[in-house]
């Protein structure tokens, strides 16, 4: 049987996840809105500063980001805070990592959208926010949703960042990735087995979610003309 | 109303013209007609009158954009109160799907309707905003050919009856035919403006004759009496601003070639003799090719060919009647 470690750990991981999705739904969507609707000087080099982390060695990341939140970094220098080592360092550290999931697919989102329903509706002399409401979220939701799904994913089964960030510290910042890195480094694989099964069937349940809402999206689409 | 608009950008133009009823604005594409409509709405940016500077949510317009663009997700009604407020919206647009005639098509999604049916849904959303000018970009393109014809017609009168002033862009010179007000646009300018019956009979250039449909355009020069095209001297009354010597085009509809006939005596003027290259039926009518000293493209019409019964190869003799034939100046802008 499962030990309370584990849940514990995994109770970690959901929350982090959460967390990490809830701020890139409000930080990404909009971000993914201005990358795929506006045009500057130097885009294409922030867009692919955005998608570093898919390629980066994440302990590399998870490197980088120890040294910006810890003791002398300059995040702590900056707001006071020190977020090495514990809950908001891991849902930073797994928002970065998400971001390129994230990103990819709200964009993919915005840009299936028919650009003619937007200029007809700012004709009709409706309201940004109204236009947002009725229009925009309706159509998106599909892709906005299975986007966040895919990072909230992502984020939990991450190792390397959070390794790095966190530590393995059990109960604080011990992710359920981790504490089954543990288990195997313990010989204890019975017990490795049945924290593996419970997050192989986690994660298959999000991904049948974000093609379901794929489904979602394609539908409207195909409704459009 | 009057229009004075200029575009630097997405297509560099300057076009200055009136809109009346229902007005065409004819041209190829590529020549800028949906950048001007969408500078009206406001959504490409511009200077000039009407509604200066305004942003389109300001700008008392209802565009109507190529594919309609209806909200896929909304039903009829729902799509037409998209921009009315308050408790009495659904009533409103209730009220609106009627005068369109789509009462009972209220609770259809745009994915149930036919291409008139949407265009008309399209008609009351933008209505709703109760627009001071309604901007159509190809009303006729997303259209089933065979019923084509009938639903445009009734889109016309329909907009009639609202009283607004229409622009609509098209390369569709039936559209043209039923306009009140009639445009022809060239890249970046507006060529011919005014009644489509006087522009269709009387195009000012020769860009705008091809865009009308002539097919028989020669370049030629004013004799005395006429004009020479090649060897062969043509009869027709000259305009008054045509000089001796001039280079000048000649245009002349291919529906407009006669066809002599044996049996009856042969027109005073403008015969000629040759070769019937080609006859091929198009739709009710025949199309063909006459050689001769001057080459051009003939439109039978199908009670005409019941009886003369041509066919490819044999000789044949047409005339060219002088009020059918148009001159034109060779460089633009030379009539006032």
Same mark, same amino acid.
């Given at each position: 049987?499962?030990?309370?470690?584990?849940?514990?750990?995994?109770?970690?991981?959901?929350?982090?996840?959460?967390?990490?999705?809830?701020?890139?739904?409000?930080t990404g969507?909009?971000?993914?809105?201005?990358?795929?609707?506006?045009?500057?000087?130097?885009k294409?080099?922030?867009?692919?500063?955005?998608?570093?982390?898919?390629?980066?060695?994440?302990t590399?990341?998870?490197?980088?980001?120890?040294?910006?939140?810890?003791?002398?970094?300059?995040?702590?220098?900056?707001t006071g805070?020190?977020w090495?080592?514990?809950?908001?360092?891991?849902?930073?550290?797994?928002?970065?990592?998400?971001?390129?999931?994230?990103?990819?697919?709200?964009?993919?989102?915005f840009?299936?959208?028919?650009?003619?329903?937007?200029?007809?509706?700012?004709?009709?002399?409706?309201?940004?926010?109204?236009?947002?409401?009725?229009?925009?979220l309706?159509?998106?939701?599909?892709?906005?949703?299975?986007?966040?799904?895919?990072?909230?994913?992502?984020?939990?089964?991450?190792?390397?960042?959070?390794?790095?960030?966190?530590?393995?510290?059990?109960?604080?910042?011990?992710?359920?990735?981790?504490?089954?890195?543990?288990?195997?480094?313990?010989?204890?694989?019975?017990?490795?087995?049945?924290?593996?099964?419970?997050?192989l069937l986690?994660?298959?349940?999000?991904?049948?979610?974000v093609?379901?809402?794929?489904?979602?999206?394609?539908?409207w689409?195909?409704t459009?003309? | 109303?009057?229009?004075?608009?200029?575009?630097?950008?997405?297509? =560099?133009?300057?076009?200055?013209?009136?809109?009346?009823?229902?007005?065409?604005?004819l041209?190829?594409?590529?020549?800028?007609?949906?950048?001007l409509?969408?500078?009206?709405?406001?959504?490409?940016?511009?200077?000039?009158?009407?509604?200066?500077?305004?942003?389109?949510?300001?700008r008392?317009?209802?565009?109507?954009?190529?594919?309609?663009a209806?909200?896929p997700h909304?039903?009829?009604?729902?799509?037409v109160?998209?921009?009315?407020r308050g408790?009495g919206?659904?009533?409103?647009?209730?009220?609106?799907?009627?005068?369109?005639?789509l009462?009972?098509?209220a609770?259809?999604?745009?994915?149930q309707?036919?291409?008139?049916?949407?265009?008309?849904? =399209?008609?009351?959303? =933008?209505?709703?905003?109760?627009?001071?000018?309604?901007l159509?970009?190809?009303?006729?393109?997303?259209?089933?050919?065979?019923?084509?014809?009938?639903?445009?017609?009734?889109?016309?009168?329909?907009i009639?009856?609202?009283g607004?002033?229409?622009?609509?862009?098209?390369?569709?010179?039936?559209?043209?035919?039923?306009?009140?007000?009639?445009?022809?646009?060239?890249?970046?300018?507006?060529?011919?403006?005014?009644?489509?019956?006087?522009?269709?009979?009387?195009?000012?250039?020769?860009?705008?004759?091809?865009?009308?449909?002539?097919?028989?355009?020669?370049?030629?020069?004013?004799v005395?009496?006429?004009v020479?095209?090649?060897?062969?001297?043509?009869?027709l009354?000259l305009?008054?601003?045509?000089?001796?010597?001039?280079e000048?085009?000649?245009?002349?509809?291919?529906?407009?070639?006669?066809?002599?006939?044996?049996?009856?005596?042969?027109?005073?003027?403008?015969?000629?003799?040759?070769?019937?290259?080609?006859?091929?039926?198009?739709?009710?009518?025949?199309?063909?090719?006459?050689?001769g000293?001057?080459?051009?493209?003939?439109?039978?019409?199908?009670?005409?060919?019941?009886?003369?019964?041509?066919?490819?190869g044999?000789?044949?003799?047409v =005339?060219?009647?002088?009020?059918?034939?148009?001159?034109?100046p060779?460089?633009?802008g030379?009539?006032?």
């Open positions: 049987m499962l030990e309370p470690p584990f849940w514990t750990s995994l109770t970690l991981s959901l929350e982090v996840a959460l967390t990490a999705s809830f701020v890139l739904l409000l969507v909009p971000l993914a809105w201005w990358l795929a609707f506006r045009s500057f000087p130097g294409a080099l922030l867009e692919a500063i955005f998608l570093l982390p898919l390629v980066l060695p994440p590399v990341l998870g490197f980088y980001i120890l040294l910006f939140l810890g003791p002398e970094g300059p995040w702590r220098k900056l805070l020190s090495a080592f514990s809950f908001e360092g891991l849902v930073f550290a797994s928002v970065l990592f998400s971001l390129p999931f994230a990103l990819t697919a709200y964009r993919e989102a840009l299936s959208l028919d650009r003619n329903l937007l200029e007809v509706a700012r004709t009709l002399g409706v309201p940004r926010g109204k236009i947002w409401l009725k229009v925009v309706p159509l998106t939701w599909p892709g906005l949703l299975s986007g966040t799904l895919l990072a909230f994913a992502h984020t939990l089964g991450e190792f390397g960042v959070v390794l790095m960030v966190g530590g393995s510290i059990p109960g604080k910042t011990q992710m359920v990735s981790i504490y089954l890195y543990d288990l195997v480094q313990a010989l204890r694989f019975r017990e490795a087995a049945e924290a593996s099964a419970v997050l986690l994660s298959l349940g999000v991904l049948v979610a093609r379901l809402l794929e489904a979602r999206g394609r539908a689409k195909s459009t003309r | 109303m009057e229009v004075h608009y200029q575009i630097r950008r997405p297509v =560099a133009l300057e076009a200055h013209f009136h809109i009346r009823g229902f007005t065409v604005l041209g190829e594409s590529g020549v800028g007609k949906t950048t409509l969408k500078a009206l709405a406001g959504l490409v940016p511009a200077q000039g009158t009407p509604f200066p500077g305004l942003p389109p949510e300001r008392p317009v209802g565009y109507l954009p190529q594919d309609l209806l909200f909304m039903t009829a009604w729902e799509n109160a998209f921009p009315l408790p919206r659904k009533e409103q647009a209730l009220k609106l799907l009627e005068r369109v005639g009462r009972e098509h609770h259809k999604r745009p994915g309707l036919s291409g008139g049916q949407k265009q008309r849904v =399209a008609l009351a959303r =933008a209505l709703a905003r109760k627009p001071e000018l309604l159509l970009d190809e009303p006729t393109s997303a259209l089933d050919p065979l019923t084509k014809d009938q639903v445009v017609a009734d889109l016309v009168d329909l009639r009856q609202q607004i002033p229409a622009l609509a862009v098209s390369h569709d010179p039936a559209l043209a035919r039923m306009a009140d007000w009639l445009l022809v646009m060239g890249r970046g300018r507006i060529l011919q403006e005014g009644p489509p019956e006087e522009v269709l009979a009387s195009p000012k250039e020769v860009e705008v004759a091809r865009l009308l449909g002539y097919e028989n355009l020669f370049p030629a020069r004013v005395p009496g006429g020479a095209v090649g060897q062969v001297i043509l009869t009354p305009p008054s601003w045509a000089r001796m010597d001039e000048v085009w000649l245009g002349v509809r291919a529906e407009e070639v006669i066809v002599v006939r044996e049996d009856r005596p042969l027109p005073p003027e403008n015969v000629l003799e040759g070769v019937l290259e080609g006859l091929h039926p198009e739709g009710l009518a025949f199309r063909g090719r006459f050689l000293p001057v080459t051009l493209t003939l439109l039978l019409p199908r009670h005409v060919q019941e009886r003369l019964r041509l066919h490819p044999q000789r044949l003799r =005339a060219l009647k002088p009020r059918y034939l148009h001159l034109m060779s460089q633009a030379e009539i006032a």
